[in-house]
């Protein structure tokens, strides 16, 4: 299905990309400002130390179906959030991937400041971090193929992270890792090495979902 307009509304800017082959040495989009950016076919290329695919805006990117976003940064080949310096205030955009892949040397999805990741399909390979929230952003995992070193993780902020359905896999940490904040477990097939689920301090609630850990712990902390 072709993304409505409706999807668009409310913005004050939009781009649509639907294929093509689009390589740049710093990031290859960038959305600023109240924009609506739709990635939905094409290879997205970063040969330099950028993301390739940036919202730095309050506003909506979603990649779906064919979108192929390749980087080689360690710091987030698909970036969320911006601090403005002006006001001192972060933004607080959402990015929804629903298809298409996303392949990283490093981090796969960054959502750096206080905005969302909304992930119900695609597949996101990463050579350390599958998704991570750095401050008191939210992670919502519906669906998709996750897998990383560690595969979904909060860093040492409260931010939050849902995952209801799909599939996350670490190839060497925990699937699923908090060191502060909120993470709550309602479904999904989960699979890490070393843990299945990582606690350091906050907060995780298990209430479904299929945990396994081939190389270690089911879950461990060292805080409840």
């Known amino acids: 299905m072709k993304h409505s307009t409706s999807e668009r509304c409310g ?3 939009s781009l649509v990309i639907n294929g093509g082959t689009l390589t740049a040495v710093r990031n290859v989009v960038v959305a600023v ?27 909506l990117l979603i990649i779906d179906k064919q979108a192929q976003i390749i980087g080689d940064y360690a710091n987030g080949t698909v970036s969320n ?11 607080t955009g959402t ?21 969302t ?11 350390t971090i599958g998704v991570i929230n750095y401050r008191e952003g939210t992670i919502n995992v519906t669906g998709g193929n996750i897998t990383g070193a560690w595969g979904v993780r909060n860093n040492e902020k409260a931010g939050t992270i849902n995952v209801s359905g799909g599939t996350i896999t670490a190839t060497e940490k925990a699937a699923v890792g908090t060191y502060k904040g909120t993470t709550t477990i309602t479904g999904g097939n989960i699979t890490g090495a070393t843990y299945g689920v990582y606690i350091v ?24």
Request: glycine share 20%; proline share 3%; no cysteine.
């Open 33 to 59: 400002g109240n924009s609506a950016v739709i990635i939905q076919g094409g290879e997205l290329t970063t040969t330099g130390s950028y993301p390739t695919v940036l919202n730095r805006a309050n506003g």
């Open 81 to 91: 959030g911006y601090l403005y310096p002006s006001t001192g205030a972060y933004a």
């Open 201 to 224: 301090e906050g907060t995780t609630t298990i209430t479904g979902g299929t945990l396994t850990a081939t190389g270690g712990y089911l879950d461990t902390g060292e805080a409840a």
């Open 117 to 127: 990741i909304n992930i119900s399909g695609g597949t996101i390979t990463a050579g």
């Open 95 to 115: 990015i929804e991937i629903r298809g298409g892949t996303i392949t990283a040397p490093g981090i796969a999805v960054y959502n750096e400041e206080l905005g």
């Open 11 to 13: 913005f004050m800017a």
